[in-house]
């Protein structure tokens, strides 16, 4: 078997934040063409890991390594032009933009990445649009849209700059279940067809359970599990993190 191509490799990350370690120690290894998710109860250290790896925070402790080379310390710009994207929380667009224009700002930061050929530009904007199910809303002002169509927005941004790693942190918040399950097909096929990887940060169990190659399962801002989906489910380190939790996993 070949050897798996490492996206990301992130070793022992940790942020302090004045009193609080949010975030202690953490490992993780991303490789090509996988979907990973990072699942833990709230306050866990998600998004903190999410901001530690996409350079929007600096780490207290650790390393970062992205296609290779070091990002240790990074800021943003600098690591997505090696290929890391992210979406956050809250959906991110500019809001009295069209569709249209928003998706092309994201295919912006791949082409001067040199991702993104400008003169593939168009296509990668249409591809990101269509892949969304966005094509009837392709001149609409972005704030007019309803809520399941702006998450999705945010996601054709991101893939619109075609990184090789996408981070989606908590993209299914507020779609209906039609949505995620598209959703969720759209993700197979960047995996499929785009050869990406996803790290998914994603509170509806039953989506990461299904999507997900492996799963790393924080708690008080330590990694205590990894494995794949059924692995995690049967484990009584990640139970009892989620115990008293309204999560069922
Ligand atoms: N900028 C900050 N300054 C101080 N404390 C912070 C900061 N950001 C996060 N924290 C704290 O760090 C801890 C981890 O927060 P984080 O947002 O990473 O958790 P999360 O797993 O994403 O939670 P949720 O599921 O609610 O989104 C929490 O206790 C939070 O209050
Ligand atoms: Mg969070």
Redesign the pocket.
């Given at each position: 078997m070949a050897e798996k191509n490492t996206l990301l490799s992130g070793r022992n990350l940790s942020k302090q934040?004045?009193g609080?370690l949010?975030?202690s120690g953490v490992d993780i290894d991303i490789h090509q063409g996988e979907i990973v998710g990072l699942i833990?109860?709230?306050?866990?250290?998600?998004?903190?890991?999410?901001?530690l790896l996409s350079g929007f925070?600096p780490p207290t402790t650790g390393q970062l390594t992205i296609g290779g080379a070091d990002m240790t310390g990074a800021m943003p710009e600098r690591i997505s032009a090696q290929g890391l994207v992210r979406t956050f929380?809250h959906s991110s667009y500019l809001p009295t933009m069209t569709v249209e224009d928003n998706v092309l700002i994201g295919a912006l930061g791949g082409t001067r990445s040199g991702r993104v050929a400008r003169a593939g530009q168009a296509e990668v904007i249409r591809q990101a649009i269509d892949l969304f199910g966005l094509a009837e809303q392709r001149n609409s002002i972005a704030k007019n849209l309803p809520h399941g169509l702006q998450r999705l927005l945010s996601m054709a941004i991101a893939f619109a700059a075609r990184p090789s790693l996408i981070c989606y942190?908590?993209p299914l918040t507020g779609l209906n279940q039609t949505e995620v399950a598209e959703t969720l097909k759209v993700y197979r096929r960047l995996k499929s067809e785009f050869g990406m990887s996803i790290l998914l940060?994603e509170?509806n169990m039953r989506a990461v359970m299904s999507i997900c190659d492996r799963i790393y399962v924080?708690h008080h801002?330590e990694i205590i599990f990894t494995g794949t989906p059924d692995e995690v489910k049967s484990s009584e380190a990640v139970l009892k993190a989620y115990l008293g939790e309204a999560h069922d996993i």
């Open positions: 934040f004045k609080l949010a975030v833990g109860p709230n306050g866990a250290g998600k998004s903190t890991t999410f901001n925070l929380q942190d908590e940060v509170h924080l801002g």
